[in-house]
Nanobody
Framework: QLQLVESGGDLVQPGGSLRLSCAAS????????IGWFRQAPGKEREGVSC????????YYDDSVKGRFTISKDNAENTVYLQMNSLKPDDTAVYYC??????????????????WGQGTQVTVSS
C-alpha cells in the first residue's frame, strides 16, 4: 500500500520560497503520476501541479506558472515542489497525491487514489 507524507510547509513572508517534499513508502513512485493540490479555508481543493511517470513532463496551474517547479527523484522515492515568489494567495494546506498512471498526469483530484495528510503553507508579513 502506497503511503505519502508531505513536509516542508512553514510560515514565510511574501516573496519568499519554500520547498515541499512528498516522500513515498510501500511502493516505488516510478510508475505513478504525482500531483500537488492545495486547499485554502473556505475554498475547494485545486490542482497546482503534476508530473508524469514516463518522462517527467509537468503541468502547472496558471496561478503558479513561472513560480513553482515540480520534480521527482526516483532514487529517493520523493517528489518536490519548489515554490518561489510566494504570495499571500498561496496560503493553503498543500497535499500530494498519486495515481498509478505512466504516460500523463492530471490535475483532477478525483483521479488520484493515494493522498498525504497535508502540510500548511502560510504566506504573510
Amino acid at each position: 500500500q502506497l503511503q505519502l507524507v508531505e513536509s516542508g510547509g512553514d510560515l514565510v513572508q511574501p516573496g519568499g520560497s519554500l520547498r515541499l517534499s512528498c516522500a513515498a513508502s510501500g511502493s516505488t513512485l516510478k510508475y505513478y503520476a504525482i500531483g500537488w493540490f492545495r486547499q485554502a479555508p473556505g475554498k475547494e481543493r485545486e490542482g497546482v501541479s503534476c508530473i508524469s511517470a514516463h518522462d517527467g513532463s509537468a503541468y502547472y496551474d496558471d496561478s503558479v506558472k513561472g513560480r513553482f517547479t515540480i520534480s521527482k527523484d526516483n532514487a529517493e522515492n520523493t517528489v518536490y515542489l519548489q515554490m518561489n515568489s510566494l504570495k499571500p494567495d498561496d496560503t493553503a494546506v498543500y497535499y500530494c497525491a498519486a495515481v498509478e498512471r505512466y504516460y500523463i498526469c492530471t490535475a483532477n483530484a478525483d483521479e488520484y487514489d493515494y493522498w498525504g495528510q497535508g502540510t500548511q503553507v502560510t504566506v504573510s508579513s
